[in-house]
Nanobody, 123 residues
Framework: VQLQASGGGLVQAGGSLRLSCASP????????MGWFRQAPGKEREFVAG????????NYANSVKGRFTISRDYAKTTIYLQMNNLQPEDTAVYYC?????????????????WGQGTQVTVSS
């Protein structure tokens, strides 16, 4: 399964970006999916997750109220709407397919990873 993340870029603080992650085929349609990020010199951290049917979402405390995760009707593409971006959000963002129908916050719970997309927020 190849995950294709896109939508990253350079934005000023307070701006918005929308990331997309497509999972070709139906391999991910019964699995939760999530977004993680990794800043230079830091460990990869959980950002947001969504269950297989889109009914349940969870977020890292640092992005609650600013980021929204969603998935399309076919359940093979997820999105991350990021509003009020701050310099500390600068990182490479990765999407991943959960091993289960839900999407937890631990990276070990994910089986397939995309190649990442760079998000840079200037102050």
């Amino acid at each position: 399964v190849q995950l294709q993340a896109s939508g990253g870029g350079l934005v000023q603080a307070g701006g918005s970006l929308r990331l997309s992650c497509a999972s070709p085929g139906r391999t991910s349609s019964n699995n939760g999916m999530g977004w993680f990020r990794q800043a230079p010199g830091k460990e990869r951290e959980f950002v947001a997750g969504i269950s297989w049917n889109g009914r349940y979402t969870n977020y890292a405390n640092s992005v609650k109220g600013r980021f929204t995760i969603s998935r399309d009707y076919a359940k093979t593409t997820i999105y991350l709407q990021m509003n009020n971006l701050q310099p500390e959000d600068t990182a490479v963002y990765y999407c991943a397919v959960s091993r289960q129908a839900v999407a937890g916050s631990g990276a070990d719970g994910y089986k397939t990873w995309g190649q990442g997309t760079q998000v840079t927020v200037s102050s």
